[in-house]
Structure formats: structure tokens, C-alpha cells
């Protein structure tokens, strides 16, 4: 029973993940790594449990059996240490987002797709044709489309 | 005798540094001093491993951390593969190290720049070092959080881009490494691989099937191959490359690509390899003999194939210096890996060694030439303002000597003797040969005449032909700075070419008799280059030649980590993890202990060193 709970919540992760992986909305797409990493770490700790059915390899909250059988000590901490990894580069990927947004005035994956890098002499005469400058800070125009949607 | 301890000395170095830069952020010109000094002192720590290791009789150090054997405690070991790959690194890092300092703004470097670079170059020395496929995992983790700011460390539009498609890919990346070591662990029942590598070798000594390890292992390739950059998974490299400085580009295609190619050679070549798999898929079959890599063979020749096509036709049609060099990173990554595709599937030994030492002489002629071409890339933005080819023009006159660094960078990945990129070249050549492979022969072939075909075009473009008029605005610039230094020098002489204050906006609007009237001077004007950024690629360029005309050296060493990559039980019986890995063996394959385990882990602490 174990296997098939496990199998299917590994499986249903893996499509949410993925799903949103394939968003336009960079957000989602974060969303959908870090959904991602979590079914990876769970299926790292999957993998301690040795799932054979015999006392001892399962599970303890599962199995309960009376000789109190541990799990793979080992896989925990891997997961800890990915958990910690998976944590910083979730952090770090948001706060990218925002700063796209802030650079490119969308998160939307279409939009900054049809802003290929046309060198720093292009970027400098977009900056000139543009005047109102302003500051860093000012929200970009297009704020209200890309973020309102989807 | 060396003491293994010499083993971490790049890591603490590197990992010291990168705190120390940290700390030193009251000033900058001390912060600069300790990341140059930090990189030499890497460069020294790497040197004293690589003599400690030649010296070895086994040819291998190995560090166990805390003194826990192994497989329980995290190993770290150095062989002739690791020692030469990181000797690449610390040359690569060192220069661009230097670099950095001119070609980094000063607000950014006082911030984070130099502790990141060095954290980076920490994760790549971990990497390159352990003896453990999780804690391959972490380094990885290291160097690519590392990366992921450095790249987006010019924080303009196209960077925060480029850095958001390079971070989600690699973090998708790391999510399916974490996958396949979960799958690894569930069937062999350790994470040290030379415990791996021995009980996949005996899968019935120790109660494993090592069947699963041929998909565990195709899904890992996918991580590694996403690493290096090689079609089908480059879609990154162009952008990210682009919007990385140079100094960060100049170490992610010469250094950070070939940690990929190590991971390959070292996980499939040590350890994989062992796994008496019979392979039997459509179009592909395969003795036990050859384990897994009778799969790898095929798909890495296909990969290597299409990787050295696509890249250099991609880089033909390039419109700026930046993104030619971009693909060309994903052209030469083929040529790497073509010779360790032959290898994987040649039954004669000998064949294999050359294949991997190909691989990895091929290895280091690319570090070290593609970052000295993107280090002079940078040199010519710094000086022109613009890599576009349609800007550039007629470099020869006004930077002489960064066109001869750039010309010796070029004819390296052409293959030119008597540069390190001829012996690549000869050696990868010299693998189709002799494995009998026209195929192989004539797709690096095809990759040679490409190289051909984009290097010229950089070099017409670029180098030669009429000043274009960015190049004569920053000539006509320097005209005037060098004029107003001799006017406050007292020295009387007037600059017939350069009216000062009026040449650079004359130049720059673009008036056409503006040609003509600077043409002349433009020799006048000795470079218009960064001198502090034209030594250093100097050095690379000079590193290249001497290279090549000692070969010897290099083509020793690379033959030593072929044979030490090949070499699975050697590695196996240095890292000696026998006492452990028998006691467990009764435990099961199954990754789950029982209490004598414990009682095991515990007597081992109690004798361990």
C-alpha cells in the first residue's frame, strides 16, 4: 500500500511541476521547480524506505511494527542537505524574477522572448529613444497587463 | 611522502579566499590583492597536489574527511584526471582573476564579485576532487549558485534574462541529478563511487541488480550534458555567455563546461563501466563486456555529432564577437566528447586511453583558448564599446597586439602547429583512426573545416580590412588622451590628427570624410586596448604556444588521466573501502541497514585514522 500512496503522490508532483514548468508566467515556472525539487527530495527518502514489505526496511510510521524498525538514516540526510540547497535557489530564482520585471518590465516568457539580445549599442539607443528615464525604482509601464493576467 | 591532507589545499585555499574577500570590503585596492593573491596561491596549492600525486606510487591521494573510511564518511580523492583538470582551472582562474580587477565595475567587485568568483572556483574543485556522487551533487550546487549571480552580474535586461533561463534550467538539472542519485542509492546501496564501482562489478556478491543503473545513468547524462552545453541541451549557452562578463564567461566555456566532460569520463568510465550489463535496445547491442558504455558510445557519438555540426554553422552566422564564441564553445564540446564516444565503444585498450587522453589534451587546448578569445572579446568591448563584427574592423592597426593573441587564440581551435590545438586536433583524428571509424573521421572533419570557415570570418571581420567608425572614434579617443597627458606633462607637442574635445563626437557621429582624416593616425595611437587586459590573454596565448612546442608534458599527463580514468580498480583499491564494504554486504542492496550496521559504523570510528 505504501508503494502505491508513495508512487502516485511522486507521480501527481511530478505533473504539477512540470504543468507549471510550462507556464508563460515566470512565477509559475519557479512555482514548478521548486515543486519539482520537493518530489525529488521525496522520492530520495522513497528510496530509504527499501519498500519490500519486510519488517525492519519500511518505514516506521507506516509499518509500526513491535521490534521498531527504523528507516535509511541516509536518505534523511540527503534530503536535509537538498531541502537547504532547494531553499537558496528558490530564494535566489524569486528575487531573479523580480529583477527581471523590474529590467524588462514583464514575466511574461513570450515577452521576453521577443526581446532578443541585440547588443549593449541597442539596449543604450532603446534607453535614449525612451526618455522618460526615471529612476530604477519607478514601476515599468506595462506593469498592469503582465502582472493582472493569466 | 606527501601527506593526503595536500588533497583539500586548493578547497581551503580557494574557499579562504573567497571569505577573505569578503572581509577586505573596507577596501577595495586590499580586496583586489587578496583575490589575486588568493588565485596565486590556488595555482601553488593545485601545483603541490599535482607533484604530490606524480609522486604517489599509486598515482592517487585520498582524504578521508574526519577520518571516517570510506563509504560511510565523504572521500575526497586526487588522480592524474582530477589533478589535470584542476591544474586548467587554476590557470584559467588565476589570469581571469586578474582581469576581472580591470574589467569589472569597482562597485561591483567591492560588493560581491571576488568572494563569488572564488566560491565558484571552490565548487569546482569539489567537484573535481570527490569520491562521492551526493557530494558531487552539493559542489555542483556551489559552483552553479555561484554562477547564477555572475551572471547576472551586469544586471541589465538581456542578463537578468539570460540569468533566469540559466538558473531555471540548471535548477531543473539539479532536480533530476537528485533524482538519479536517489536511483543509484535505491540499487547499488551506497553513494561512494568506488564502493559503486566494486559492487557493481560483483552485482552477485552483493546482492544487486545493476540492471537499472543503464536508465539511472542515461538520466544523469542528461545533468552533465546540460553542464557542458552539448546539443540538445545549449539552448542557454548563447545567451548566458553573452550576458556573463568576460572574466565569468572566459571560466564558464574554459573551466565550469569541463566539469561536465569530467563527470562523463569519471562516472562512466570508473564507475559505470564496471556494471556486467548486457545492453539490447534497437540499433544498439552490447557484450557484458562493455557494459553500459555499449549504449553511452552510440548516443554520445550522435550528440558529439550534432553538437559539432550545429554549433559551427551556428557560429558562421553570428552577428556579434560574444555569440560567435558561443557557439563555438558548442562546436569544440562536440569535438571533446567525439573522441569519448569512440573510446566508450573501442574493445582495444589502447584505443580507449587515446580516446580519453584526446578528450581531455582537447579539453585543455579549449580552456584555455576560448577564454583567452573571450577575455580579448572583452578587451575589444572595453576598448570599441561594441563585439558587433559590422563595428568592429581593422583592429590590426589599432590593438597590434591583441590581434596577434587573438590570431594565436584562432589558429589553437583551428588546429594549427606548432599551438596545443594541433595535437588536440592530431589526437582526436588519431582516435578515429585507429578505432576505424570514417564516421567519426569525417564529422571531425566537417567540425575542422567549420572552424576553419568561423575563425576566418572573425578574423576578415574584425581584424582586418577598414577601420569601422566605432574603432576610429575609440582610436581617435586615445590620440586624445594620450596628447592631453603630454600637455599636462608640460611637453608642447600638438597632435596634428587629434583635435582634443572635438575628435571623439566628430568620430562618433559618423561623418564619412571622418575616415580619411583619422586613417593615418590610427598607428599613431600605439593600442587602443587596455594594456592590464591584453597581458593577460598574452599570457594565455603565450601558456598556448609553449604547450605546443613542450608538448610532451601535456600529452604525458593526459595520457596518465586516460589510463586512471579507465583504471577502475585502481581506483577502487586507493579509495579501499574493503573492510567496510564487506561488512555491509550481508546488510542487502536494499540501502536499508539493520543494527549491526550501526555497530559496524561504530567499531569503524573507533580504528579509524
Known sequence: MAEVTLALALGLLFALGTFLVLRRDVVRVVWGVAIISQAANLYLVTMGFGLTGAPGTDVPFLTGGTEAPYADPLVQALVLTAIVIGFGTTAFALVLTYRVYEENGTIDLSDLASNPFEGPEAAAAEVRAGDTDGTESTVPPTSDETGGEQ | ?609
Request: glycine share 12%; aromatic share 8%; with cysteine.
Open chain 2, 1 to 609: 611522502m606527501a601527506t593526503p591532507q595536500v588533497v583539500i589545499a586548493p578547497l581551503l585555499v580557494a574557499l579562504g579566499t573567497a571569505v577573505l574577500a569578503l572581509l577586505t570590503r573596507w577596501d577595495t585596492r586590499v580586496q583586489r590583492a587578496t583575490s589575486i593573491l588568493g588565485a596565486v596561491a590556488y595555482l601553488g596549492g593545485v601545483a603541490a597536489l599535482f607533484r604530490a600525486v606524480r609522486l604517489d606510487p599509486d598515482n592517487r591521494l585520498v582524504y578521508q574527511v574526519s577520518g571516517w573510511d570510506a563509504p560511510f564518511g565523504i572521500t575526497l580523492v586526487a588522480d592524474p584526471l582530477s589533478t589535470l583538470l584542476l591544474a586548467l582551472a587554476a590557470v584559467v582562474s588565476l589570469v581571469a582573476a586578474v582581469y576581472s580587477t580591470r574589467a569589472v565595475d569597482l562597485e561591483g567587485q567591492r560588493l560581491s564579485y571576488h568572494a563569488l568568483y572564488h566560491l565558484m572556483v571552490v565548487g569546482v574543485t569539489g567537484a573535481l576532487l570527490t569520491g562521492d556522487v551526493f557530494n558531487l551533487f552539493v559542489w555542483f550546487e556551489v559552483m552553479l549558485m555561484s554562477s547564477y549571480v555572475l551572471v547576472a552580474f551586469d544586471s541589465g535586461p538581456a542578463s537578468t534574462r539570460a540569468a533566469l533561463q540559466y538558473a531555471v534550467l540548471n535548477l531543473l538539472g539539479s532536480a533530476v541529478m537528485l533524482l538519479a542519485i536517489g536511483g543509484l542509492y535505491a540499487t547499488t546501496g551506497t553513494l561512494n563511487m568506488a564502493d559503486m564501482a566494486r559492487r557493481l562489478a560483483e552485482p552477485a556478491a552483493y546482492g544487486i541488480d545493476p540492471a537499472p543503473v543503464l536508465g539511472i545513468s542515461a538520466v544523469l547524462l542528461v545533468v552533465f550534458l546540460l553542464k557542458a552545453g552539448v546539443v540538445p541541451f545549449q539552448f542557454w549557452v548563447p545567451d548566458a555567455y553573452r550576458a556573463a562578463p568576460a572574466p565569468v564567461t572566459a571560466m564558464l566555456a574554459g573551466v565550469v563546461k569541463k566539469v561536465g566532460v569530467y563527470a562523463v569520463l569519471r562516472l562512466y568510465f570508473t564507475v559505470f563501466a564496471a556494471a556486467p550489463v548486457a545492453v539490447s535496445l534497437p540499433g544498439i547491442e552490447g557484450g557484458p563486456e562493455l557494459g553500459v558504455l555499449a549504449f553511452f558510445g552510440p548516443v554520445l557519438f550522435l550528440l558529439a555529432t550534432a553538437s559539432t555540426l550545429l554549433g559551427g554553422l551556428g557560429a558562421i552566422d553570428q552577428p556579434d564577437l560574444e555569440g560567435l564564441l558561443a557557439y563555438s564553445s558548442i562546436a569544440q564540446i562536440g569535438f571533446i566528447l567525439l573522441p569519448v564516444a569512440v573510446a566508450a565503444t573501442a574493445t582495444d585498450p589502447a584505443v580507449r586511453t587515446v580516446g580519453v587522453a584526446a578528450a581531455l589534451v582537447y579539453s585543455v587546448n579549449h580552456g584555455l583558448a576560448k577564454s583567452l578569445l573571450y577575455m580579448a572579446g572583452g578587451a575589444v568591448e572595453d576598448a570599441v564599446g561594441s563585439t558587433r563584427l559590422s563595428d568592429l574592423g581593422g583592429l590590426t592597426e589599432t590593438t597590434p597586439v591583441l590581434s596577434g593573441v587573438v590570431l594565436v587564440g584562432a589558429l589553437s581551435l583551428v588546429g594549427i602547429p606548432p599551438l596545443t590545438g594541433f595535437f588536440a586536433k592530431l589526437l582526436v583524428f588519431d582516435t578515429a583512426v585507429r578505432a576505424g571509424a570514417p564516421l567519426a573521421l569525417g564529422v571531425a572533419l566537417a567540425g575542422a573545416v567549420l572552424t576553419i570557415a568561423y575563425a576566418t570570418r572573425v578574423w576578415n571581420r574584425a581584424f582586418w580590412g577598414d577601420p569601422g567608425p566605432r574603432v576610429q572614434a575609440a582610436a581617435a579617443a586615445a590620440l586624445t588622451r594620450a596628447g592631453s597627458t603630454m600637455e599636462e606633462a608640460g611637453d608642447a607637442v600638438t597632435d596634428g590628427g587629434a583635435d582634443p574635445g572635438a575628435a571623439p563626437e566628430d568620430a562618433s557621429a559618423g561623418h564619412g570624410d571622418a575616415h580619411d582624416q583619422h586613417h593615418g593616425d590610427l598607428s599613431a595611437a600605439a593600442s587602443i586596448a587596455d594594456p592590464l587586459l591584453v597581458g593577460c590573454t598574452l599570457a594565455l596565448a603565450v601558456l598556448l604556444v609553449a604547450l605546443g612546442v613542450g608538448f610532451d608534458p601535456l600529452y604525458t599527463a593526459a595520457t596518465d588521466a586516460a589510463s586512471a580514468a579507465l583504471d577502475t580498480g585502481a581506483y577502487v583499491d586507493a579509495v579501499d573501502p574493503t573492510t567496510a564494504g564487506e561488512a555491509l554486504a550481508d546488510g542487502g542492496g536494499g540501502g536499508s541497514g539493520g543494527a549491526h550496521d550501526i555497530e559496524t559504523l561504530r567499531s569503524l570510528r573507533g580504528d579509524g585514522r
